[in-house]
Structures are given as structure tokens and as C-alpha cells.
């Protein structure tokens, strides 16, 4: 596999550094090219601005992020905050499904089905995702990507963001939807890039409020951010570059 290529497929800007920032900055070390496709500029997110500002704002805050990781410029779907779940879901699988056949990826990140939180955006994006992989494997269903001449290319691994059980407990996190341990296909140590994720948390500067791991103690944050935990949920072949960082 010479050309190496990740799609990460997000509700919203931020939502990729910190359950993942470190692991897509190790694989863009490694010579992977990794696009996040963010469904939506996260409008709502910003107490006191007007939607079309805040969305702006944080555009520019997840343009920063994808940098300091070292990750290609982000990519949108335009819908808007806070509604992924009243879109019309065959139109954005078809975006999705348009984005991995221009880009190629072969491997695809996103949420779990839950969420982990149970924001509704974030498991829309997690079932478009899903059934993108599977739309994406069949030429007939979106014929005219082809007659575009678009490659019919389809990822051959689909990954979740998980959070184990027992991170949870040691956190005191018991309001977050979690998988046993032994449900975990990868567990990344990403302290080799962690300023580079600090960096990229930083530049989501909106919404550093919002999150208290931020003002917790350095070896509460070293165990909720220094490593992050995936579950590999299809696949189509073998050698998935995303299984050589438990190496």
C-alpha cells in the first residue's frame, strides 16, 4: 500500500482532538494523509455570538487544530449545529460517500453508534459513517460518481472512537457510554506527540471552558488524554496501517 489515507468523519470542530488528536498526528508522522470531514462549523457552540460568526470562529479554530496536528486542511458537509439528526440522511450518506471516493481513504474514524456522550450529532455522523462504508463498496448505488469520473475507490477499514469501562470508573466518568475492555481493538499511547495535541486542543479556544479535564490535575489529564482507545468495526482486507501503532 503505497498511498496511505484516513478520512476521520465528525459532528463537529474540536471533536477530533480530543479522543483521537494524537493518534492522527502519530499516523501523519508515520506518512498517512488524513482529511477530517467535519458535518457541521459547530454555530451554536459559542455563547454570545450569532450563529453564521460563531460558525466562522470555530472553522478557523479547527483549521488550527488540523495544523498543529500536521493533518490536510479540514473538509464540511454545511449542515448546521445542533440538527444532524432531522437531515435528510440519504442525501448526507451521499456526501459522505462522494468525499471517500475522492479522497480515497482506506481507512474511515468516527463515533461509536452512541456517541460516547449521546449527542444526537455525533451519532448521525456515526451512522452515516457506517453505511457510507457499506454504500461506498457498491458501484451501482452511486453510478454517478463514476460518470464524473471519480475514483470507485471504497475504504477497507472503519474504526470507532471508544471509551473503555475502566477508564471510565477511574475518572468518575460514569455518565459516558463506554465498551467492556476487552471490546477495544487498539489502545495508542500518544505521549510521543502530546504537545502536539495540547496544541491543537489550544486552538479550539471557544471551548476550552466547556471542558473541566482542562482545569483538573497534570496526572488526571496525562489518563484521560494520553492515550485513546478505538474499536476496529469492519473490514474488508489485511495490512490496516491503523494496527501498526499498538505495535
Given at each position: ?7 476521520a468523519i465528525?459532528?463537529?470542530?474540536d ?10 498526528a502519530l499516523?501523519?508522522r ?40 500536521g493533518?490536510?486542511?479540514p ?5 448546521r449545529?445542533?440538527t444532524?439528526?432531522?437531515v435528510?440522511?440519504?442525501?448526507a ?7 471517500m471516493r475522492a479522497?480515497?481513504p ?5 463515533w461509536?453508534?452512541?456517541?460516547i ?9 456515526s451512522?452515516?459513517?457506517g453505511?457510507?462504508f457499506?454504500?461506498a ?7 454517478k460518481?463514476?460518470a ?12 470507532h ?6 477508564l471510565?470508573?477511574?475518572?468518575g466518568?460514569t455518565?459516558?457510554h463506554t465498551?467492556s ?11 510521543a506527540?502530546w504537545e ?17 479535564i482542562?482545569d483538573?490535575a497534570?496526572?488526571?489529564q ?5 492515550t ?11 495490512g ?6 499498538g505495535?
Open positions: 500500500m503505497n498511498e496511505r489515507r484516513l478520512l465528525f459532528a463537529h470542530p471533536d477530533e482532538s480530543y479522543r483521537a488528536g494524537g493518534t492522527l499516523l501523519a508515520r506518512g498517512v494523509q488524513i482529511w477530517v470531514l467535519c458535518a457541521t462549523r459547530g454555530e451554536m457552540g459559542v455563547p454570545g455570538l450569532p450563529p453564521e460568526q460563531a460558525g466562522q470562529v470555530r472553522q478557523a479554530e479547527l483549521q488550527c487544530a488540523c495544523r498543529a496536528l493533518i490536510e486542511p473538509c464540511f458537509l454545511e449542515y449545529d445542533g444532524l439528526a432531522q435528510d440522511e440519504d442525501q450518506i451521499a456526501q459522505v460517500v462522494r468525499a479522497l480515497r482506506q481507512v474511515l474514524l468516527t461509536p453508534p452512541d456517541g456522550s449521546g449527542h444526537l450529532d455525533h451519532m448521525a455522523t451512522r452515516w459513517t453505511e457510507a457499506r454504500r463498496a457498491d458501484p451501482a448505488a452511486y453510478p460518481h463514476q464524473e469520473g471519480l475514483s470507485p475507490h471504497a475504504a477497507a477499514w472503519l474504526y472512537i471508544v471509551f473503555p469501562h475502566s471510565a470508573e477511574a475518572l466518568m455518565h459516558l465498551v475492555d476487552e471490546a477495544v481493538t487498539l489502545k495508542v499511547d500518544v505521549s506527540v502536539a495535541k495540547m496544541a491543537a486542543i489550544r486552538c479550539h479556544r471557544t471551548q476550552m471552558g466547556g471542558s473541566p482542562l483538573a497534570v496526572e488526571k496525562r489518563l484521560f488524554l494520553e485513546e482507545y478505538f474499536r476496529r468495526v469492519e473490514t474488508r482486507g489485511e490496516d496501517f491503523f494496527l501498526e501503532l505495535e
